[in-house]
């Protein structure tokens, strides 16, 4: 069975910094694009940052840029977020998801983690 799951989400103050991780389970991601996304209570999902299969080309929604940093860890079938500089904005359920098709807002992920919880204080 394919799973996703997320880890590292919490409370945190506004400037502060976080790292999520999402650990592939089931099968190898060494050959899929990952990708994190957010959802902020009464909003739409939105893209946060993606990272290609190899070598690591990476994308970022323009709110990130600069402060978070999107990395893989191949052997480990893991990916990260790490986030710096949060803001109340930022506050959202996390998801990160595999595809084999690209790592962009619009790219069709084929998995889907659960989500974590991110709430930054002001």
């Known amino acids: 069975q394919v799973q996703l799951v997320e880890s590292g989400g919490g409370l945190v103050q506004a400037g502060g910094s976080l790292r999520l991780s999402c650990a592939a389970s089931?099968?190898?991601?060494?050959?899929?694009?990952m990708g994190w996304f957010r959802q902020a209570p009464g909003k739409e999902r939105e893209f946060v940052a993606g990272i290609s299969w190899s070598p690591g080309s990476t994308l970022y929604e323009d709110s990130v840029k600069g402060r978070f940093t999107i990395s893989r860890d191949t052997a480990k079938d893991a990916v990260y977020l790490h986030m710096n500089s949060l803001k109340p904005e930022d506050t959202a359920v996390y998801y990160c998801?595999?595809?084999?098709?690209?790592?962009?807002?619009?790219?069709?992920?084929?998995?889907w983690g659960q989500g974590t919880q991110v709430t930054v204080s002001s």
């Open positions: 998801a595999a595809g084999l098709r690209g790592w962009g807002p619009t790219s069709p992920y084929d998995y």
């Open positions: 089931g099968r190898s991601f060494s050959s899929y694009a």
